[in-house]
């Protein structure tokens, strides 16, 4: 099936700083990608959609210039966490459709726990 | 706008115990709906899906129906594992193809013990 692939996996990094997450979609092409973002013990809550091309689109809430988000080709897309703090400790997630006959599907990748000191 | 609400956990059973994790969803229209599982350090995979009233998912043994008349996508095994220990997040698509993001419900921890 269908993969997609987060680096780091983990990070720690220090107050004021800032951290590029990586998204990639291994063996198919994505145009759109979805980043979440997981709160300990909590569900995983939409941030913004990743367009190929296009700017990202974001949820009500989420400040684009500390998140920002580029999608520079078919197969990656970046989330910079700018200026992080240790509220934006977090897990982040991000998915990709599928495509063709797996149009139906999402795929997620693995995650990236970001730790901010 | 659309929404999911699962059973809060942890919920602790015993190896060969009957598993139902609740679900219940508000959306507009005919969403797709899903079980996600998140195996401790590892991420999201999809468990089983169902895509229009009356389907039925199902995968390693848990099955899900699609109720739309109770607006329930109810997750249950006969006879659960200890490997089956996890968090188990129901999820639903709008209306339309896989370009739409999901919303998710708060998750279910499930631990089953020897």
């Known amino acids: 099936g269908a993969v997609v692939s987060q680096h780091p996996s983990r990070v720690i990094c220090k107050s004021g700083t800032s951290v590029k997450i990586e998204c990639r979609s291994l063996?198919?092409?994505?145009?759109?990608m979805f980043w979440y973002r997981q709160f300990p013990k909590q569900s995983l809550m939409l941030m913004a959609t990743?367009?190929?091309?296009?700017?990202?689109?974001?949820e009500q809430g989420v400040e684009k210039d500390k998140f920002l988000i580029n999608h520079a080709s078919l197969t990656l897309s970046t989330l910079t966490v700018t200026s992080a703090h240790p509220e934006d400790s977090s897990f982040y997630i991000c998915?990709?459709?599928?495509?063709?006959?797996?149009?139906?599907?999402?795929?997620f990748g693995p995650g990236t726990r970001l730790t901010v000191t | 706008g659309n929404s999911v609400t699962q059973m809060e956990g942890p919920v602790t059973l015993s190896e060969e115990a009957f598993l139902t994790i609740n679900c219940t969803y508000t959306?507009?229209?005919?969403?797709?709906l899903f079980w996600y599982v998140q195996y401790p350090g590892e991420g999201l995979q999809l468990l089983l899906k169902?895509?229009?009233?009356?389907d039925k998912g199902s995968n390693k043994g848990f099955e899900a129906t699609y109720r739309k008349e109770t607006t329930s996508f109810h997750l249950e095994k006969g006879s659960v594992q200890v490997s089956d220990s996890a968090v188990y997040f129901c999820a639903l698509r709008p209306d339309g193809t896989g370009r739409r993001a999901l919303t998710f419900g708060s998750g279910t921890r499930l631990q089953v013990q020897p």
């Open positions: 990743s367009n190929e091309g296009s700017k990202a689109t974001y």
């Open positions: 169902a895509t229009k009233a009356d």
């Open positions: 998915s990709a459709p599928g495509s063709g006959a797996s149009s139906y599907e999402q795929y």
């Open positions: 063996d198919f092409q994505a145009t759109t």
């Open positions: 959306a507009t229209g005919y969403p797709s």
